[in-house]
């Protein structure tokens, strides 16, 4: 991942036009409101079977060039409930969910289908269920809105659960404009699922996430809001959104995530764990997303292996951290910024080490515990952190904790650190422990008096490890009390201001 150039290129999960992302934007969809005037017009003779015109040409009261198959609508009113109007639609077929009805078992969609419902129809769960159940590819789910059981305990309850295999994924799942609210467990989870969309989706009170992508590749979460995850007594941790793998199962039946952007998103209220994570993903893309209120704001981390459940043996690997806004907001407690970390767990260890390019984020108010910062490394190889402005974090901006080989800190801003808890010093960047190599350019430190408790002590680059190598250009230290501060440690300035 060492750039060749002074700014490297976008990785392949960023700039493929193949993907889901892509190919929506070469061939748009219908509007969502045309379909619905067209399923409803259709549905509203109540012939089941009857083809519909394309909802373009019902909105516009012409025909397109080209006609896609006729589409066959079943409408929930017409049946005494969902489940046996879900029974008669054929596939290919639109399921109009035009009435809202409660629910005890799962709706399961097992052949390509449309699930659309009409406006102010909800479905709400009398139990901790999963509420509708995808087994089956080319499937759409539309403007629903499904309320859960509730969240004061941990339990199973879901809104939209897809399930494929590593050897039989689920192709072409698209989840839109739908609201989830009250789920016990979490809004979407996606297992094996190739060219998944979850697109413009609102997310509240769940217990353990928002959306959950397992072993999924070539797809986009984009546009959704997740707020106030619970995280109740018998859950361990919690998230906005998560991509990952099972950790129970080798890397063959579960295979890392990749390929998946996660962009334009609005998180907050994780705030016992993380707003957005992935394990040992490989080309994520997290840019553009609102981030506040959670322990720690994103978060780049290794995961497990069936064989080794107390190790971490894969490492996230070719990831973009990219113009994002993360914030402490509500949040009680300390956490990181940004977190980066490897495989392994020791000193220099031998473990896959994390890759990514860290650029252009503003990071508010993070940091706070031993080694938290506004961005945190460790077990990292060739990341680059990069144009990040880093303003009213506590006890230091950047952190490299251990085992971060040929780490590049270009053009970062640092401003008004605040001191931890028993602390009588700050700094812009801290060096924390040993094995580190980086080379830090163009990197400065800013006075915070417009910033609440703002440490008037705040050394520049601080190395209390011993073994580490820095070479240090062109940075501004000016403001800080002492431009460099280690021990132990080899640190090389080439014009490094004072």
């Given at each position: 991942?060492?750039?060749?150039s002074?700014?490297?290129?976008?990785?392949s999960?960023e700039?493929?036009?193949?993907?889901?992302a892509?190919?929506?934007?070469?061939?748009?969809?219908?509007?969502?409101?045309a379909f619905?005037?067209?399923?409803?017009?259709?549905?509203?003779?109540?012939?089941?079977?009857?083809?519909r015109?394309?909802?373009?040409?019902?909105?516009a009261?012409?025909a397109?060039a080209?006609?896609?198959?006729p589409?066959v609508?079943?409408?929930?009113?017409?049946?005494?409930t969902v489940?046996q109007?879900l029974a008669?639609?054929?596939?290919?077929?639109?399921?109009?969910?035009?009435?809202?009805?409660?629910?005890a078992?799962?709706l399961i969609?097992?052949?390509?289908?449309?699930?659309?419902?009409?406006p102010?129809v909800?479905?709400?769960?009398t139990?901790?269920?999963?509420?509708?159940?995808?087994?089956?590819?080319?499937v759409?789910?539309v403007d629903?809105?499904?309320?859960?059981?509730?969240?004061?305990?941990?339990?199973?309850?879901k809104?939209v659960v897809?399930?494929?295999t590593?050897?039989?994924?689920?192709?072409?799942?698209?989840?839109e404009?739908?609201?989830?609210?009250?789920l016990?467990?979490?809004?979407?989870?996606?297992?094996?699922?190739?060219?998944?969309?979850?697109?413009?989706c609102?997310?509240?009170?769940?217990?353990?996430?928002?959306?959950?992508l397992?072993?999924?590749?070539?797809?986009?979460?984009?546009?959704?809001?997740?707020?106030?995850?619970?995280?109740p007594a018998?859950?361990?941790?919690?998230?906005?959104?998560?991509v990952?793998?099972?950790?129970?199962?080798?890397?063959?039946?579960?295979?890392?995530?990749?390929?998946?952007t996660?962009?334009g998103?609005?998180v907050?209220?994780v705030?016992?764990?993380?707003?957005i994570?992935?394990?040992a993903g490989?080309q994520?893309?997290?840019?553009?997303?609102?981030?506040?209120?959670?322990?720690?704001?994103?978060?780049?981390?290794?995961?497990?292996?069936?064989a080794?459940?107390?190790e971490?043996?894969?490492?996230?690997?070719d990831?973009?951290?990219?113009?994002n806004?993360?914030?402490?907001?509500d949040?009680?407690g300390t956490?990181?910024?940004?977190?980066v970390?490897g495989?392994?767990?020791?000193v220099a260890?031998?473990a896959?080490?994390?890759?990514a390019?860290v650029?252009?984020?503003?990071?508010?108010?993070?940091?706070?515990?031993d080694?938290?910062?506004g961005?945190?490394?460790?077990?990292t190889r060739?990341?680059?952190?990069?144009?990040?402005?880093?303003?009213?974090?506590?006890g230091?901006?950047?952190?490299?904790?251990?085992?971060?080989?040929?780490?590049m800190l270009?053009?970062?801003?640092?401003?008004?650190?605040?001191?931890?808890?028993?602390a009588?010093?700050?700094?812009?960047?801290?060096?924390?422990?040993?094995?580190n190599?980086?080379?830090?350019?163009?990197?400065?430190?800013?006075?915070g008096?417009?910033?609440p408790?703002?440490?008037?002590?705040?050394?520049?680059?601080?190395?209390?490890?011993?073994?580490?190598?820095?070479?240090?250009?062109?940075?501004?230290w000016?403001?800080?009390?002492l431009?460099?501060?280690?021990?132990?440690?080899?640190?090389?300035?080439?014009?490094?201001?004072?």
């Open positions: 991942m060492r750039p060749t002074d700014r490297p290129p976008l990785l999960a700039r493929d036009a193949t993907g889901p892509g190919r929506a934007a070469a061939h748009p969809r219908p509007g969502r409101r619905l005037v067209g399923a409803l017009a259709a549905a509203g003779a109540r012939a089941v079977g009857a083809a015109r394309p909802a373009a040409a019902v909105a009261g012409a397109p080209t006609m896609p198959a589409t609508v079943v409408a929930a009113s017409s049946f005494p489940a109007a008669a639609v054929p596939p290919g077929g639109t399921l109009l969910v035009d009435r809202s009805e409660a629910i078992s799962p969609v097992d052949r390509s289908m449309t699930v659309l419902f009409a102010t909800r479905l709400t769960a139990a901790h269920i999963t509420m509708i159940d995808v087994h089956a590819s080319d759409r789910v629903a809105a499904l309320v859960g059981a509730g969240t004061s305990r941990a339990a199973s309850g809104g897809a399930t494929g590593a050897t039989a994924p689920l192709e072409r799942l698209s989840i404009d739908c609201t989830f609210t009250g016990s467990h979490s809004a979407v989870v996606a297992t094996s699922v190739v060219g998944l969309e979850v697109v413009g609102r997310v509240d009170d769940v217990g353990y996430a928002g959306v959950v397992v072993s999924c590749t070539d797809a986009v979460v984009r546009g959704c809001t997740v707020a106030d995850v619970r995280q018998g859950f361990v941790n919690s998230y906005g959104i998560a990952t793998r099972d950790e129970t199962k080798s890397l063959v039946d579960s295979p890392r995530s990749a390929r998946v996660i962009d998103n609005t907050r209220g705030r016992l764990w993380e707003g994570d992935t394990h490989q994520i893309v997290i840019r553009d997303n609102t981030v506040s209120g959670c322990s720690v704001g994103i978060a780049v981390v290794p995961c497990q292996n069936d080794t459940p107390q971490y043996v894969y490492a996230p690997v990831v973009v951290v990219a113009r806004h993360v914030e402490r907001g949040s009680p956490g990181s910024g940004i977190v970390k495989a392994g767990s020791t260890s031998g896959e080490r994390a890759s390019v650029e252009d984020n503003v990071v508010v108010g993070m940091g706070g515990g080694r938290e910062a961005v945190l490394l460790y077990l060739d990341v680059v952190v990069r144009g990040n402005l880093l303003s009213g974090c506590v230091r901006g950047v952190c490299l904790y251990h085992s971060n080989d040929a780490t270009v053009g970062n801003r640092v401003e008004g650190v605040v001191l931890a808890a028993g009588t010093v700050a700094a812009a960047v801290e060096v924390r422990s040993s094995a190599t980086a080379t830090l350019v163009g990197n400065s430190y800013a006075p008096s417009h910033l408790g703002s440490a008037a002590s705040v050394r520049g680059v601080a190395v209390p490890g011993s073994g580490n190598v820095l070479d240090l250009l062109r940075n501004d000016t403001a800080t009390v431009p460099v501060w280690g021990r132990s440690s080899t640190i090389t300035r080439f014009a490094d201001g004072a």
